[in-house]
């Protein structure tokens, strides 16, 4: 026989898994709602304690925990220490937290993140309040809920402990040899499709989603399936326990760490000549070795993510934006890379301000034009194109963008809406922006490229798009082909044009 132990999210209790345990029930399960200590003080170990105190009592040589939003974190915390009791965890919308993550991290809601962030601002009282009825749409999509439902969720819902958002998730890694499942709610816009096409962009960090033991489900609700569809979330769990749901196929061998693979750029077999290099800061500068009288036009090359701020090596030391950097060199102007830390869907407004922090000290740098200068995006900074797209300063001279993801992707409502480059392009105006579009492209980032194409179109934006038919999402390290080098060439040379437009060039 299986058991549920089905815990709860931000500010709900086992009241709200009613409709869902009738049906668990009613197929011959066992059931048990966790209710999670609500009281002041009451921090991440003392729900993971409330999870494991239910583990411990349950009998049933089958046991499955289930985490909806927050409470993945105390199932993930009780998995890691009973990960021999334990059959199978379901991620119901929710994330994927690690050892040192605080719950805080996720939190959906902007301003109580802000407000949770800062000790200083922290309720006096250690709880936050719940949301009001209108504001739930904060915490998750509510598709599916009537008015009952959401009254529902309003009357019954408790304030949640500070401590239990702010205090660091603790992990031995027990808990990964337990089979998983992820149930995703795509009405808030994340899919099977769309994790799939973050596992096959090459991050080390999501590879274990590629397992087998690893099945995931779509359900065409909100956030809050007990609620919205009990009968279908009931369903699912019966077949997640039994082992069903979707695989990812493991991304192809040439794609997994080829972030630190040689760019066909700057390949062992034919280096780049030697170029001088600076680094001050977050700012790596490659400069030409003979650049003759007077400054020169640069390029900014601004690395994709969110990446984990753990990345070792970080990303302005992978090949394939040294090869980026020395190529500029090469070509007799200079190259730039930026430090920024895009590392989560939150960061991109810092991420943005360190950007443009780094263009104001590439343009005062001796060795720079600062009246040339292009910006080159590549993969999810893609969405960082554009405020340089909807208000270009006349020192800009081209926007270019390799594979880039150009509006968020299903899952990325975190993302603020100022950076939805598909919008910006209306900005534009004559500024010359080159696309490198990878032919091979995972669907879900293919999209966002077609609707920007789209628009720039309709917008009559200077748009020049250089296909790499048998191109990945990361085609310099991953596919290594001639095709791509003739690509990154041509694409290149459309920057450069722009870079030179009106001025001889005074390097090679």
Same mark, same amino acid.
């Given at each position: 026989?299986?058991?549920?132990?089905?815990?709860?999210?931000?500010?709900?209790?086992?009241?709200?898994?009613?409709?869902?345990?009738?049906?668990?029930?009613?197929?011959?399960?066992?059931?048990?709602?966790?209710?999670?200590?609500?009281?002041?003080?009451?921090?991440?170990?003392?729900?993971?304690?409330?999870?494991?105190?239910?583990?411990?009592?349950?009998?049933?040589?089958?046991?499955?925990?289930?985490?909806?939003?927050?409470?993945?974190?105390?199932?993930?915390?009780?998995?890691?220490?009973?990960?021999?009791?334990?059959?199978?965890?379901?991620?119901?919308?929710?994330?994927?937290?690690?050892?040192?993550?605080?719950?805080?991290?996720?939190?959906?809601?902007?301003?109580?993140?802000?407000?949770?962030?800062?000790?200083?601002?922290?309720?006096?009282?250690?709880?936050?309040?719940?949301?009001?009825?209108?504001?739930?749409?904060?915490?998750?999509?509510?598709?599916?809920?009537?008015?009952?439902?959401?009254?529902?969720?309003?009357?019954?819902?408790?304030?949640?402990?500070?401590?239990?958002?702010?205090?660091?998730?603790?992990?031995?890694?027990?808990?990964?040899?337990?089979?998983?499942?992820?149930?995703?709610?795509?009405?808030?816009?994340?899919?099977?499709?769309?994790?799939?096409?973050?596992?096959?962009?090459?991050?080390?960090?999501?590879?274990?989603?590629?397992?087998?033991?690893?099945?995931?489900?779509?359900?065409?609700?909100?956030?809050?399936?007990?609620?919205?569809?009990?009968?279908?979330?009931?369903?699912?769990?019966?077949?997640?326990?039994?082992?069903?749901?979707?695989?990812?196929?493991?991304?192809?061998?040439?794609?997994?760490?080829?972030?630190?693979?040689?760019?066909?750029?700057?390949?062992?077999?034919?280096?780049?000549?030697?170029?001088?290099?600076?680094?001050?800061?977050?700012?790596?500068?490659?400069?030409?070795?003979? /650049? *003759?009288? !007077?400054?020169? #036009?640069? &390029? %900014?090359?601004?690395? @994709?993510?969110?990446?984990? +701020?753990?990345? $070792?090596?970080?990303?302005?030391?992978?090949?394939?934006?040294?090869?980026?950097?020395?190529?500029?060199?090469?070509?007799?102007?200079?190259?730039?890379?930026?430090?920024?830390?895009?590392?989560?869907?939150?960061?991109?407004?810092?991420?943005?301000?360190?950007?443009?922090?780094?263009?104001?000290?590439?343009?005062?740098?001796?060795?720079?034009?600062?009246?040339?200068?292009?910006?080159?995006?590549?993969?999810?900074?893609?969405?960082?194109?554009?405020?340089?797209?909807?208000?270009?300063?006349?020192?800009?001279?081209?926007?270019?963008?390799?594979?880039?993801?150009?509006?968020?992707?299903?899952?990325?409502?975190?993302?603020?809406?100022?950076?939805?480059?598909?919008?910006?392009? /209306? *900005?534009? !105006?004559?500024? #010359?922006? &080159? %696309?490198?579009?990878? @032919?091979?492209?995972?669907? +879900?980032?293919? $999209?966002?490229?077609?609707?920007?194409?789209?628009?720039?179109?309709?917008?009559?934006?200077?748009?020049?798009?250089?296909?790499?038919?048998?191109?990945?999402?990361?085609?310099?390290?991953?596919?290594?082909?001639?095709?791509?080098?003739?690509?990154?060439?041509?694409?290149?040379?459309?920057?450069?044009?722009?870079?030179?437009?009106?001025?001889?060039?005074?390097?090679?």
């Amino acid at each position: 026989m299986v058991a549920f132990v089905l815990v709860p999210g931000h500010f709900t209790g086992g009241w709200i898994w009613r409709e869902t345990g009738e049906r668990l029930r009613a197929a011959g399960a066992e059931v048990y709602g966790a209710t999670l200590d609500a009281r002041p003080g009451a921090g991440l170990g003392t729900h993971i304690g409330d999870v494991l105190r239910l583990v411990d009592a349950v009998a049933d040589p089958e046991l499955v925990l289930v985490g909806h939003d927050y409470g993945i974190h105390p199932v993930v915390g009780a998995a890691d220490r009973r990960a021999g009791r334990v059959s199978r965890v379901v991620h119901l919308d929710a994330g994927l937290p690690v050892d040192g993550d605080r719950a805080l991290q996720l939190v959906p809601d902007r301003r109580a993140r802000e407000l949770l962030a800062d000790p200083g601002t922290r309720p006096a009282d250690g709880l936050l309040p719940a949301p009001g009825r209108q504001q739930w749409r904060r915490w998750g999509s509510t598709a599916g809920l009537g008015r009952a439902e959401l009254g529902r969720l309003s009357d019954l819902a408790t304030a949640q402990p500070v401590a239990s958002l702010v205090e660091p998730l603790r992990l031995s890694g027990a808990f990964r040899s337990v089979p998983t499942s992820g149930i995703l709610c795509t009405a808030g816009g994340l899919s099977t499709e769309a994790v799939e096409a973050m596992v096959h962009s090459g991050l080390e960090r999501l590879r274990f989603l590629a397992d087998p033991r690893v099945g995931f489900f779509d359900l065409d609700t909100g956030h809050w399936p007990m609620l919205s569809c009990p009968r279908e979330l009931a369903d699912v769990l019966l077949r997640a326990a039994a082992g069903e749901g979707r695989r990812i196929a493991p991304p192809p061998a040439a794609v997994a760490g080829a972030f630190t693979r040689a760019s066909v750029l700057d390949p062992p077999e034919r280096p780049l000549p030697p170029c001088g290099h600076e680094r001050a800061g977050s700012l790596d500068l490659y400069l030409p070795p003979d /650049a *003759g009288p !007077g400054p020169v #036009p640069a &390029v %900014l090359f601004v690395h @994709g993510g969110p990446l984990p +701020a753990d990345t $070792r090596p970080g990303p302005r030391d992978w090949p394939l934006y040294v090869g980026y950097g020395r190529y500029a060199a090469s070509l007799g102007v200079v190259g730039a890379t930026v430090a920024h830390g895009l590392h989560d869907l939150y960061a991109y407004p810092r991420a943005a301000g360190e950007v443009a922090a780094a263009v104001a000290a590439l343009r005062a740098h001796p060795r720079v034009d600062g009246g040339r200068i292009a910006l080159w995006f590549f993969s999810g900074g893609g969405l960082l194109a554009a405020d340089w797209l909807a208000a270009p300063p006349p020192w800009l001279r081209c926007v270019a963008a390799s594979y880039p993801v150009l509006a968020p992707l299903p899952g990325w409502e975190a993302v603020e809406a100022r950076f939805r480059p598909a919008r910006a392009v /209306a *900005g534009a !105006g004559g500024l #010359p922006i &080159v %696309l490198v579009r990878a @032919g091979l492209e995972a669907a +879900a980032v293919a $999209r966002t490229v077609a609707g920007f194409v789209a628009a720039a179109a309709g917008s009559g934006a200077a748009l020049e798009v250089v296909d790499v038919p048998q191109g990945h999402h990361g085609f310099e390290v991953v596919d290594r082909t001639e095709e791509v080098r003739e690509a990154v060439g041509r694409a290149a040379a459309a920057v450069l044009r722009q870079l030179w437009a009106g001025r001889e060039p005074s390097g090679p």
